[in-house]
T-cell receptor, first 117, second 114 residues
């Protein structure tokens, strides 16, 4: 069964500083990987996804993530954090099943990001 | 706005009661997923429907059931509610597409069982 580990429950950074959120996954095949963001009282918004190809993927809001198969990791990065980035971030792995063109997402526990002005 | 609509946004009910959560997927999306987010368990996949048929089941309790109607909207029915069922319930939808696809999430229904 697939699983996702986000080792950091809570991270605090200063505005303008760089950010890296860690994600490790366990999955038997080539993983489909996602990062979602959840602002307080809001739903989940997709930041970026990896299906195949270039292992460095660009997302919305200036985020990027790098897939490293050898380390089973998919860390999220941003070079300069803005106060509006304060939210909870979820890494997920998607397991495809045939016939439906769709998949089931397994989420990590999330990392809460606080930004100091 | 993801295009996925969930109603109601908030629901407060007593233990032992039954509630129905409703989800309207994005226009054209045939797949609907239900997820539960709780402090204890985090985000967990409950069940998926594709064009009216159940496709996959996750950690869904026997007291819970779902269905997808011909107009593609879906309902999640929760019965014999317990305090531990208090959670945020998300619906998501995706289109049928081999390979690259993504799930769009609604804003969720916050269920409080008292």
């Amino acid at each position: 069964a697939q699983s996702v580990t986000q080792p950091d429950i809570h991270i605090t950074v200063s505005e303008g500083a760089s950010l890296e959120l860690r994600c490790n996954y366990s999955y038997g095949a080539t993983p489909y990987l996602f990062w979602y963001v959840q602002s307080p009282g809001q739903g989940l918004q997709l930041l970026l996804k990896y299906f195949s190809g270039d292992t460095l993927v660009q997302g919305i809001k200036g985020f990027e993530a790098e897939f490293k198969r050898s380390q089973s990791s998919f860390n999220l990065r941003k070079p300069s954090v803005h106060w509006s980035d304060a939210a909870e971030y979820f890494c997920a792995v998607g397991s495809l099943y045939s016939g439906a063109g769709s998949y089931q997402l397994t989420f990590g526990k999330g990392t809460k990001l606080s930004v100091i002005p | 706005d993801s295009g996925v609509t969930q109603t109601p946004k908030h629901l407060i009910t007593a233990t032992g009661q039954r509630v129905t959560l409703r989800c309207s997927p994005r226009s054209g999306d045939l797949s609907v997923y239900w997820y539960q987010q709780s402090l204890d368990q985090g985000l967990q996949f409950l069940i998926q429907y594709y064009n009216g048929e159940e496709r996959a089941k996750g950690n869904i309790l026997e007291r819970f059931s779902a269905q997808q109607f011909p107009d593609l909207h879906s309902e999640l029915n929760l019965s014999s509610l317990e305090l531990g069922d208090s959670a945020l319930y998300f619906c998501a939808s995706s289109e049928y597409r081999e390979g690259d696809t993504e799930a769009f999430f609604g804003q969720g229904t916050r269920l409080t069982v008292v």
